[in-house]
């Protein structure tokens, strides 16, 4: 049957029509449905945080059929009704309701709204924030100085102003502080006090106040004389990251972080994959791409504020940059920022008062360093992961736009390492996956740091060489007032260089590791071949390894000493 309208009339048809025929339909109410729908709800703003409290808005679809609404907080992620977290039951008829939350000092929380009906509880998204305000904000300096610092929570924060990067060497007296400069890493204009609302002194620290939304970018933030001169300048990372929560262990033994310093996310063909640049041996962090493949660089506020100068004997010295931390230098001798003979040890396998890495991290070793394990390579959009032997990919590498001698945007896709060559310094090169390539360093690159470990390891000399054995005596030093506790320690052998650590080579492990000079025994050497050999040691943090040496076994099996002995440069 059909009903069908001509004029005013309506007509009730039993004419009976083929079921293949397209008609209208008008549906009719169920009387028999059973809602079966859960509740939709969603967190809208969270403000007013304090050390001890803050307020809280949500919006629910709608108030028919909800047994109970409002919001978990707890100091744990993923608060739910069921495991007792706190919770703030509110009572508000509205869709859109506020409720008051509060909670003790220094600790960071996880807070969503819920709300439940007789099919059961939904939940929000969750937000995190630190409770703290203006007079208990958290020390970013507490496990150590440096010349940047990661803000993953909405709260308030403060370091120490007084030394200099890691070190105990002073900045000076300060008579101000100021926001040098902010972005978001895109080409959006950013507003004052977007990423950082405002900066004060207050004794030996700087008090940094976030905006009521947390906002994901970088910025510079430096302290000045009473004469207005920079004494020195620092990089805020404001980014919803844990860096130890999120490492990666590569097969060379270092521990990295997944992402380039300065990124904001770790998402294949976003271009806040990208990070910040930096030249070789500066602490501070200029702007890259500020779109995927773009040659223009990221939006700051205020506006163009790096600016670039050809490096001279007046201005290629670190105490200038130190005072100007917005300029670019280039085209010094030999390429070099630094007038007129380079300086070596800016950066260094050991955290440098000029290493620009968060606290505990550093610039990765290259030249046989931490990017010696990839075997190979695929692409991903706007990169390339990396792969070690019989695993997944590791880690992926964005294809980042670097700077030639203060040139423009380019695809180079280089990220520096702490090691020098003569004029140049190694960096890694995602083309072709190897960190022996070399640059100049007045160039403009991205950094990926490696975590700072508290020892060092020094492969010494390889002697009492038979045809099927040698002893290896490796060095291990411990960083001037460090500790830590050696789980191993021995050394690895291969006749292949390029394929020295402990998953691909022949290890051989001291029964007792210990600090100071070991002696490692090595068996198992066939006669008049030439070998490569470096010490290694393991603790909580890693493994780290030392320089390889190349040795020749003795056919005669005289036990001649040293035949063959040298370290053997890359």
């Not at 890691?166 to 008579?175: F, I, L, V």
Request: glycine residues 8%; contains cysteine; negative net charge.
């Amino acid at each position: 049957h059909n009903m069908y309208i001509s004029g005013s009339s309506i007509n009730i048809s039993s004419k009976d029509y083929y079921r293949a025929d397209a008609q209208s339909v008008r549906c009719m109410k169920d009387e028999n449905y059973v809602d079966v729908t859960m509740p939709i709800i969603a967190l809208d703003t969270l403000t007013s945080i304090t050390s001890t409290g803050a307020t809280i808005t949500a919006t629910i679809g709608k108030l028919d059929g909800i047994i109970e609404k409002g919001f978990l907080l707890g100091t744990s992620e993923h608060p739910t009704v069921d495991n007792n977290y706190a919770k703030v039951v509110n009572t508000q008829d509205t869709l859109t309701f506020t409720s008051d939350l509060e909670f003790e000092a220094g600790d960071i929380y996880y807070v969503r709204a819920f709300a439940t009906n007789e099919n059961g509880t939904s939940y929000s998204e969750e937000l995190s924030f630190l409770a703290s305000d203006a007079d208990n904000p958290m020390d970013l300096s507490a496990y150590g100085t440096a010349n940047s610092y990661i803000i993953n929570k909405y709260g308030y924060y403060k370091f120490k102003h007084t030394v200099r990067g890691n070190s105990t060497e002073p900045t000076g007296t300060a008579g101000g502080v100021s926001v040098l400069w902010e972005t978001t890493n895109t080409l959006t204009a950013v507003a004052k006090g977007e990423v950082i609302k405002s900066v004060k002194l207050s004794g030996d620290y700087v008090i940094i106040t976030l905006p009521d939304t947390f906002t994901p970018g970088n910025a510079v933030i430096a302290i000045r004389d009473n004469l207005g001169t920079i004494l020195w300048s620092w990089h805020i990372w404001v980014v919803d990251f844990d860096p130890i929560a999120t490492q990666q262990r590569y097969i060379s033994g270092a521990v990295m972080m997944d992402r380039n310093l300065g990124a904001l996310s770790i998402v294949p063909g976003e271009v806040e994959t990208y990070g910040l640049l930096y030249q070789w041996g500066r602490k501070d962090p200029f702007t890259g791409a500020g779109s995927v493949g773009g040659t223009t660089h990221a939006a700051t506020h205020p506006a163009n504020v790096i600016t670039y100068a050809v490096s001279t004997e007046a201005t290629g010295t670190v105490e200038y940059t130190i005072k100007n931390p917005t300029k670019v230098l280039y085209d010094g001798p030999d390429n070099d920022w630094h007038y007129p003979f380079r300086v070596d040890t800016l950066w260094s396998s050991h955290k440098t008062m000029y290493d620009p890495c968060p606290p505990g991290w550093r610039v990765p070793d290259g030249g046989n360093g931490v990017w010696s394990g990839f075997t190979s390579r695929s692409s991903a959009t706007d990169g390339y992961k990396f792969y070690q032997p019989n695993s997944d990919p590791v880690a992926y590498y964005p294809s980042i736009k670097n700077v030639y001698s203060g040139g423009s945007l380019s695809d180079s896709q280089r990220y520096w390492s702490c090691s020098t060559t003569g004029k140049n310094a190694y960096h890694f090169y995602t083309y072709d996956y190897k960190d022996y390539e070399y640059a100049a360093r007045d160039y403009e690159m991205g950094i990926r740091c490696t975590k700072d470990q508290v020892f060092s390891v020094k492969t010494l000399q390889v002697h009492s060489i038979t045809d099927t054995t040698a002893t290896v005596t490796v060095k291990i030093t411990l960083d001037e007032g460090a500790s830590t506790s050696l789980a191993e320690v021995g050394v690895v052998i291969s006749t292949d260089h390029t394929m020295l650590d402990k998953f691909r080579s022949a290890t051989h492990i001291l029964e007792i590791p210990s600090e100071g000079e070991v002696e490692v025994p090595v068996t198992g050497l066939s006669h008049n071949v030439i070998y490569y050999v470096r010490g290694y040691a393991t603790d909580e943090t890693g493994t780290r390894y030392g320089n390889i040496v190349q040795f020749k076994s003795n056919m005669s099996g005289e036990g001649n000493e040293g035949l063959g002995n040298e370290e053997y440069e890359w």
